[in-house]
Each structure stands twice: as structure tokens, then as C-alpha cells.
């Protein structure tokens, strides 16, 4: 049946999908200090688009780990002897 389809309701579709983190489309989804570009990681999602790849967005594991860019405690942490960014 779904072969019948395919052949009937022919598209240009690559047929070919990447399941790409949020935070490599989108790093204004990180921690506060983990993002080092203003928007998305350009060199994946060019080299995707032109490989003729559909991208599917999966969620960032920073964020669901760890809130991302709303943990609440990273600016009492900053600078604490207990936080790698002790001065």
C-alpha cells in the first residue's frame, strides 16, 4: 500500500533526515557562558542543506538536564570558590 502511494504521489523529497540538537540550530538555548555563536552552528546546517537533508530539531540535553539558559543559581555560583569560574 504505502509503495502504491509512493509511486502515485511522487515529490521531491531526499527521503534523507538528521536529528540535530536544538542548541546546534539555536545556541540562545544554552547555559549562560556555553554558547560561543550568536544564532545556529552555520558549517552544520549548511553542509545539511546542501546535502539535500531534512533536519529534524530534537531537544538540547543541556536544557533538559540542566535548564539551560534558566538556571536559576549560575549568578550566585559565579565566582564562588566552588564553581570552576573562581577568580
Given at each position: 500500500?504505502?509503495r502504491?502511494?509512493?509511486?502515485k ?17 539555536n ?28 533536519i ?5 540535553p ?9 538556571k ?16
Amino acid at each position: 500500500m504505502v509503495r502504491i502511494l509512493s509511486e502515485k504521489l511522487r515529490d521531491e523529497r531526499s527521503q534523507k533526515v538528521v536529528f540535530v540538537s536544538h542548541c546546534i540550530l539555536n545556541e540562545n538555548t544554552r547555559y549562560l557562558g556555553g554558547a560561543f555563536r550568536k544564532g545556529c552552528v552555520d558549517e552544520v546546517v549548511d553542509r545539511l542543506r546542501a546535502m539535500e537533508v531534512g533536519i529534524v530539531q530534537m531537544p538540547c540535553p543541556e536544557r533538559e538536564c540542566w535548564g539551560g539558559v534558566l538556571k536559576k543559581d549560575i549568578v550566585r555560583a559565579y565566582g564562588s570558590n566552588r564553581s570552576i569560574n573562581y577568580r
